[in-house]
């Protein structure tokens, strides 16, 4: 089946650090893939996604590249500020049905 | 500017007391889904909805049901809460073209407290 792996967090940076968050997937198939984010006490937002290999994502200083070859989608940032702590899920779609997602990585940024 | 809205944000209820989160979304998507996800852990898709024909996921329990009375809403009935049904439930919608599932998007959630 479908199944997507995550770094385990908390992952702690002090701000303007650079952020790195593993992502890899088992799929049968080509899928797409997201990041989502996740503030505390609200629902999810998407953050960036890419829908076929070596497609570049990228949204507010974030960006993902699809890598066919490792079956990764690493979410990186140049310089982190503390009002990117939130909780980071990767998923990936089969375009059929439901998201599959990561259990998902904390990410804390302290000034 | 709102796309995906969920009511209300906060819901409190009492064990065994049916309740029913509501979600409405301006995007005129016609597949919506509801998530439970309990803290930290990631999202789990309880069922969906494509146009009117109801998808439900094997392991979902019975005491959850949902409707769907036009394309705008969708209701979440929960019959009797218990404890274990605390959780922060995710409306989401995505458009469907050329047989493929477009971009999931979430609503701020409805977080569930049973006393």
């Known amino acids: 089946g479908n199944s997507v792996t995550q770094m385990e967090g908390p992952v702690t940076l002090s701000e303007e650090a650079f952020l790195t968050i593993n992502c890899t997937y088992t799929a049968t198939g080509y899928p797409s893939l997201f990041w989502y984010v996740q503030y505390p006490g609200e629902g999810l937002q998407l953050l960036l996604k890419a829908t076929k290999a070596d497609d570049k994502g990228s949204n507010k200083g974030f960006e993902a590249t699809y890598r066919k070859e490792t079956t990764s989608f690493h979410l990186e940032k140049g310089s982190v500020q503390v009002s990117d702590s939130a909780v980071y899920f990767c998923?990936?779609?089969?375009?059929?049905?439901?998201?599959?997602f990561g259990s998902g990585t904390r990410l804390q940024v302290q000034p | 500017d709102a796309m995906v809205i969920q009511n209300p944000r906060y819901q409190v209820t009492q064990f065994g007391k049916p309740v029913t989160l509501s979600c409405s979304q301006t995007?005129?998507?016609?597949?919506m889904y509801w998530y439970q996800q309990k803290s930290s852990q990631a999202p789990k898709l309880l069922f969906h909805?494509?146009?009117?024909?109801?998808?439900n996921e094997a392991d979902t329990p019975d005491n959850f049901q949902s409707r769907r009375p036009n394309t705008s809403f969708c209701f979440l009935d929960i019959r009797s809460p218990g404890l274990g049904d605390a959780a922060m439930y995710l409306c989401?919608?995505?458009?469907?073209?050329?047989?493929?599932?477009?971009?999931?998007?979430f609503g701020p959630g409805t977080r569930l407290l049973v006393l």
């Open positions: 989401a919608t995505s458009g469907w073209t050329s047989g493929r599932q477009e971009t999931q998007y």
């Open positions: 995007l005129n998507h016609n597949v």
């Open positions: 998923a990936l779609d089969m375009g059929r049905r439901a998201l599959t």
């Open positions: 909805y494509y146009d009117k024909d109801f998808n």
